[in-house]
Nanobody, 125 residues
Framework: QLQLVESGGGLVQPGGSLRLSCTASGSTLDYYAIGWFRQAPGREREGVSHISYSDGNTNYADSVKGRFTISRDNFKNTVYLQMNSLKLEDTAVYYC??????????????????WGQGTQVTVSS
């Protein structure tokens, strides 16, 4: 059974950076597409970024394009989300999720089979 654990969240000032990690146990991540989602209070969960299992193809929400970078290290069984130039509106709980092989609609949370518990990111001055 694949288990995912997010880490790296915290409090940061606007314009700052954080790197989130999503570390897997119980199985290798080699055959999983990974998505990062976030949910702010009172809002629906939204897809932030995705990386494919095979060729490393990546996708980003328009709101984070150019500021966030997703990457994976299969040797460490970990996927990262580097977040730069953080804005107040990036404040949310961030979740990573895994979908076996190819995910058809990366923004659709129902495409993913396994979820982490989330890590809080707060951007505040």
């Amino acid at each position: 059974q694949l288990q995912l654990v997010e880490s790296g969240g915290g409090l940061v000032q606007p314009g700052g950076s954080l790197r989130l990690s999503c570390t897997a146990s119980g199985s290798t991540l080699d055959y999983y597409a990974i998505g990062w989602f976030r949910q702010a209070p009172g809002r629906e969960r939204e897809g932030v970024s995705h990386i494919s299992y095979s060729d490393g193809n990546t996708n980003y929400a328009d709101s984070v394009k150019g500021r966030f970078t997703i990457s994976r290290d299969n040797f460490k069984n970990t996927v990262y989300l580097q977040m730069n130039s953080l804005k107040l509106e990036d404040t949310a709980v961030y979740y990573c999720a895994a979908g076996l092989f190819r995910v058809e609609r990366w923004r659709d949370q129902y495409e993913y089979n396994y979820w982490g518990q989330g890590t809080q990111v707060t951007v505040s001055s």
